[in-house]
């Protein structure tokens, strides 16, 4: 959002923010608000009992979602990191005392 108003008190002394203010966007989009995100491509329902049994289905079907588009595109594996340089610093010098 561009905007925040600080508009409600609460009785307890903190307050409550409130986004509230939409941007124009050019090139066809029209009004819309930052940062909004990305709309989901597949839609998993998460019940709340199935939160409350610790389960997540959402996760559940993203990670066959991934094991089937591996078996479907296999990919490259990385090269082995040898003989790169290291690249960690040299250590300190020791310390010399102040008296």
Do not use: C
Request: proline share 11%; charged share 20%.
């Amino acid at each position: 959002m561009v905007g925040i108003d600080n508009r409600f008190a609460l009785a307890d002394g903190t307050g409550v923010t409130q986004p509230r203010y939409a941007t124009w966007f050019s090139g066809g989009v029209g009004w819309g608000v930052e940062n909004f995100g990305v709309a989901p491509d597949i839609e998993v329902t998460f019940p709340p009992h199935a939160y409350a049994a610790g389960m997540d289905p959402q996760l559940e079907y993203g990670i066959g979602a991934l094991k089937e588009m591996i078996q479907e595109l296999p990919t490259d594996r990385p090269p082995l990191r040898e003989g790169y340089r290291l690249v960690r610093p040299a250590p300190l010098p020791a310390r010399r005392n102040a008296n």
